[in-house]
């Protein structure tokens, strides 16, 4: 669960101190905040303290190249004033004592109320999202990222806004269907700097459409950002200032015409704004003048450098951020302090560089992620594939049957796991029971899979002969040679065909070398014994495995079985008996369960469904046997059509519903086959039948 934590500050400043602070408390799921207030005291000093700081700074980096160009439109040059005889010694001290006023600042009694309020309210574990408005200069420059309040919550980073600010209404066309992020990228006046790192990183990014902007003109610019597809995100790197509180961007290289403030591109920027633009990156020098007319515009958020920022460091953190934020799929706060943490790494050559990345977000916005910016998470859902062990995390809505089944293995030798045809069975023990069994730290237990077929005895040698090989049941010098480990399969199938009590001495045999182990034997569709076996051969492959049931120790089978060949299983009088309290009946879901098989996966890849979709998904299965797969398939289907984040009925009535995906998914299939194919597709369709 995410927090939200906004701490106003007013129209106050450090010169005369914040006679009011309030800070609102948003927890994700109540839609109403608690507030605390406070104050804090004047501290002009913090001002001078900076002020020596950002003196230091940059005269310890005019020997760098730096994103940051003089401000005559006709005559660029790079700033290059004289370096004064500093030492990174004296810089790390300043660092200090600046990081120690601030939180001297922040200790005060008049601010202490609400630092208590928040720490009872917040725990370390949690995603912590701070926004700290201001339009104050100085508040805004301080290093707020040194406040000692976050070394206690490592998930926990800050945002600035400005005091004012509103949601923005979104044109009709950005809500266009789409599955990639789109950028518009400038790379612009690159004089001293190499901005080949930044284009790659975008170019490799996956499901996202990027347009390069290479030194453009204004004109070219505008005309882009007034795109009525709208952009995503809006990527800026080359150089950059701020005078006056106004930022400037230099666009290109030419004598003149060849850089513009952000008022200039007001209009054009509040129009990619309504059609969808959620977040700003500037790569480049001191952008702090740059973001106050996106604030102005209610953009969701900005990502820029506080100060003049050199090459190296500035391409490092637009790194790390693409790969926390674009391919590991973090949150916008958790990325951005990722990447930000990285550039402590480069301190001993770049210092202060991890205090110069700073993020706006605009408190009336969710802050966006890579989802809602359109990009693609894994798909969660199955299809008509049953879950694995490694889909563990998204297997959801049979937990109470999984805790029986557990509950089951432990105390008994045979357990048959019967439902209908779609029920889910291979799912629940792959996907709910084997990962339980082995997060069991009293009992190590080994599990061995397999499927009976139409050759059981050879299907279970194969199964069994790694384990066999480990315990040298079969007295042999193993080799790795595939012809070799044949003949092994073939001795293991003929024992356990002709030998009734072969599996119940391997087991024995496994016990004896492993005394604090337990073997659990799967035989996953065992209806297969029924379908593709001869009844000869059924009935002595069944005395093997009741041969272990019966007189190993510390062995468990389970098998799944389909209901509607539950009779086939009682013909056998032996089998019938070991059935008796062995069985557990998998029922088809309840609405809860199916709400949460539906929705929770979806919420792991941070992504929702529109309101009433989960409903009208169950309404479409409800009642139906074997209806599990269809509804997953629906749900694969539906992904692919997913909206900024979001599953939408319009997607899903496209896709036919649940009743219609998987005929329209065919016919599609069906529609691209030659003549030829088709004809040999309707006889596979009807053999299958058969």
Same mark, same amino acid.
């Given at each position: 669960?995410?927090?939200?934590?906004?701490?106003?500050?007013?129209?106050?400043?450090l010169?005369?101190?914040?006679?009011?602070?309030?800070?609102q408390?948003?927890v994700?799921?109540?839609p109403?905040p608690?507030?605390?207030?406070g104050?804090?005291p004047?501290?002009?000093?913090l001002?001078?303290?900076?002020k020596?700081?950002?003196?230091?700074?940059?005269?310890f980096?005019?020997?760098?190249?730096?994103?940051?160009?003089?401000?005559?439109?006709?005559?660029?040059e790079?700033?290059?004033?004289?370096?004064?005889?500093?030492?990174?010694?004296?810089?790390?001290?300043?660092?200090?004592?600046l990081r120690?006023?601030?939180?001297t600042?922040l200790?005060?009694?008049?601010?202490?109320?609400?630092?208590?309020?928040?720490?009872?309210?917040?725990?370390p574990?949690?995603?912590i999202?701070?926004?700290?408005?201001t339009s104050?200069?100085w508040?805004?420059?301080?290093?707020w990222?040194?406040?000692?309040?976050?070394?206690d919550?490592?998930?926990?980073e800050i945002?600035?806004?400005?005091?004012?600010?509103?949601?923005?209404?979104?044109?009709?066309?950005?809500?266009?269907i789409?599955?990639q992020?789109?950028?518009?990228? /400038? $790379?612009?006046?690159?004089?001293?700097?190499d &901005?080949? %790192?930044?284009k790659? !990183?975008?170019?490799? #990014?996956?499901d996202s459409?990027?347009?390069?902007?290479?030194?453009?003109?204004?004109?070219?610019?505008?005309?882009?950002?007034?795109e009525?597809?709208?952009w995503?995100?809006?990527?800026f790197?080359?150089?950059?200032?701020?005078?006056n509180g106004?930022?400037r961007?230099?666009?290109?290289?030419?004598?003149t015409?060849?850089?513009?403030?952000?008022?200039?591109l007001?209009?054009?920027?509040?129009?990619?704004?309504?059609n969808?633009?959620?977040?700003?990156?500037f790569?480049?020098?001191?952008?702090?003048?740059?973001a106050?007319v996106?604030?102005?515009?209610?953009?969701?958020a900005? /990502? $820029?450098?506080?100060?003049?920022v050199s090459? &190296?460091? %500035?391409?490092?953190f !637009?790194?790390?951020? #693409?790969?926390?934020f674009?391919?590991?799929?973090?949150?916008?706060?958790?990325?951005?302090?990722?990447?930000?943490r990285q550039?402590q790494?480069?301190e001993?050559?770049?210092?202060?560089?991890?205090?110069?990345p700073l993020?706006?977000?605009n408190?009336?916005?969710?802050?966006?992620?890579?989802i809602t910016?359109?990009?693609?998470?894994?798909?969660p859902?199955?299809g008509?594939f049953a879950?694995?062990?490694?889909?563990?995390?998204?297997?959801?809505g049979?937990?109470?049957?999984?805790?029986?089944?557990l509950?089951?293995v432990?105390?008994k030798?045979?357990?048959?796991v019967?439902g209908?045809?779609?029920?889910?069975k291979?799912?629940?023990v792959? %996907?709910g029971?084997i990962?339980?069994?082995r997060?069991d730290?009293s009992?190590d237990?080994?599990?061995?899979?397999?499927?009976?077929?139409?050759?059981?005895?050879?299907?279970?040698?194969?199964a069994?002969l790694?384990l066999?090989?480990?315990?040298?049941f079969?007295?042999?010098?193993?080799?790795k040679?595939?012809?070799?480990r044949?003949?092994?399969?073939?001795?293991?199938?003929?024992?356990l065909?002709?030998?009734s009590?072969?599996?119940?001495?391997?087991?024995?045999?496994?016990?004896?070398?492993?005394?604090?182990?337990?073997?659990v034997?799967?035989?996953d569709?065992?209806?297969?014994?029924?379908?593709?076996?001869?009844?000869?051969?059924?009935?002595?492959?069944?005395?093997?495995?009741?041969? %272990?049931?019966s007189?190993?120790p510390?062995?468990?089978?389970?098998i799944?079985l389909?209901?509607?060949?539950?009779?086939?299983?009682?013909?056998?009088?032996p089998?019938s008996?070991?059935?008796q309290?062995?069985?557990?009946n998998?029922a088809?879901?309840?609405?809860?369960?199916?709400h949460?098989a539906?929705?929770?996966?979806?919420?792991?890849?941070?992504?929702?469904?529109e309101?009433?979709?989960?409903?009208?998904l169950?309404?479409?299965?409800?009642?139906?046997?074997?209806?599990?797969?269809?509804l997953?398939?629906?749900?694969t289907q539906?992904?692919e059509?997913?909206?900024?984040?979001q599953?939408?009925h319009?997607?899903?009535?496209?896709?036919?519903?649940?009743?219609?995906?998987l005929?329209?998914y065919?016919?599609?299939?069906y529609a691209?086959l030659?003549?030829?194919?088709r004809?040999?597709?309707?006889?596979i369709i009807?053999q299958?039948?058969?």
């Amino acid at each position: 669960m995410s927090k939200s934590v906004v701490i106003n500050l007013g129209n106050s400043d450090l010169y005369s101190g914040c006679e009011q602070v309030t800070a609102q408390l948003w927890v994700q799921g109540h839609p109403l905040p608690e507030k605390f207030v406070g104050s804090l005291p004047a501290a002009p000093h913090l001002v001078e303290i900076y002020k020596r700081w950002q003196f230091m700074y940059q005269s310890f980096y005019d020997c760098l190249n730096l994103r940051s160009l003089s401000l005559e439109d006709n005559q660029i040059e790079i700033d290059n004033t004289d370096v004064t005889n500093i030492s990174d010694v004296s810089f790390d001290n300043l660092s200090e004592h600046l990081r120690l006023s601030i939180n001297t600042w922040l200790n005060s009694t008049e601010f202490l109320n609400i630092e208590l309020k928040l720490r009872s309210a917040l725990s370390p574990s949690e995603e912590i999202q701070v926004v700290i408005e201001t339009s104050d200069l100085w508040l805004r420059r301080i290093p707020w990222c040194w406040w000692d309040f976050l070394d206690d919550y490592p998930q926990a980073e800050i945002a600035l806004f400005r005091t004012e600010y509103k949601r923005t209404n979104i044109f009709p066309q950005s809500r266009l269907i789409k599955n990639q992020v789109r950028i518009l990228a /400038i $790379l612009g006046n690159s004089i001293g700097i190499d &901005l080949e %790192a930044e284009k790659t !990183f975008l170019q490799n #990014l996956q499901d996202s459409e990027v347009k390069f902007l290479v030194q453009p003109s204004r004109q070219e610019l505008n005309r882009y950002l007034w795109e009525s597809q709208g952009w995503d995100v809006l990527f800026f790197a080359g150089h950059s200032l701020t005078d006056n509180g106004k930022g400037r961007i230099y666009i290109n290289e030419n004598k003149t015409n060849n850089s513009l403030t952000l008022e200039q591109l007001e209009e054009a920027l509040k129009a990619a704004i309504e059609n969808g633009l959620k977040l700003a990156i500037f790569n480049s020098c001191d952008g702090l003048g740059l973001a106050s007319v996106l604030e102005k515009l209610n953009i969701p958020a900005i /990502i $820029l450098m506080r100060e003049p920022v050199s090459n &190296l460091v %500035a391409q490092v953190f !637009f790194k790390f951020f #693409l790969e926390f934020f674009a391919e590991e799929r973090n949150s916008l706060y958790i990325s951005f302090k990722k990447a930000r943490r990285q550039l402590q790494g480069f301190e001993h050559k770049f210092p202060g560089a991890s205090c110069l990345p700073l993020i706006f977000q605009n408190p009336a916005v969710e802050p966006p992620d890579w989802i809602t910016l359109g990009g693609i998470p894994p798909c969660p859902y199955r299809g008509l594939f049953a879950f694995r062990e490694e889909d563990a995390e998204l297997f959801f809505g049979r937990e109470q049957f999984t805790y029986d089944l557990l509950k089951a293995v432990k105390s008994k030798t045979f357990v048959a796991v019967v439902g209908a045809s779609g029920s889910g069975k291979s799912s629940v023990v792959f %996907a709910g029971l084997i990962p339980r069994l082995r997060q069991d730290d009293s009992t190590d237990w080994q599990v061995i899979s397999f499927r009976p077929s139409n050759k059981p005895f050879e299907a279970l040698a194969i199964a069994l002969l790694p384990l066999c090989l480990s315990i040298d049941f079969l007295q042999h010098n193993t080799t790795k040679k595939e012809h070799e480990r044949h003949l092994l399969e073939q001795e293991l199938t003929a024992r356990l065909e002709y030998e009734s009590q072969a599996l119940q001495k391997i087991v024995e045999e496994f016990a004896f070398q492993n005394p604090n182990s337990r073997l659990v034997l799967v035989a996953d569709q065992f209806e297969e014994l029924y379908t593709l076996c001869p009844e000869s051969e059924t009935q002595l492959f069944l005395d093997v495995l009741l041969a %272990a049931v019966s007189l190993a120790p510390a062995f468990a089978l389970v098998i799944t079985l389909r209901a509607d060949f539950y009779g086939y299983a009682l013909s056998y009088r032996p089998f019938s008996d070991a059935l008796q309290g062995a069985v557990l009946n998998l029922a088809p879901m309840s609405q809860a369960e199916l709400h949460s098989a539906i929705e929770k996966p979806a919420t792991k890849m941070k992504v929702k469904l529109e309101y009433g979709l989960a409903n009208r998904l169950i309404d479409d299965v409800w009642g139906e046997l074997g209806n599990l797969p269809l509804l997953e398939f629906a749900l694969t289907q539906l992904w692919e059509r997913h909206h900024n984040g979001q599953l939408i009925h319009e997607a899903y009535t496209e896709i036919g519903c649940v009743e219609g995906a998987l005929a329209e998914y065919g016919e599609q299939i069906y529609a691209r086959l030659s003549q030829e194919d088709r004809e040999r597709a309707r006889r596979i369709i009807i053999q299958l039948v058969h």
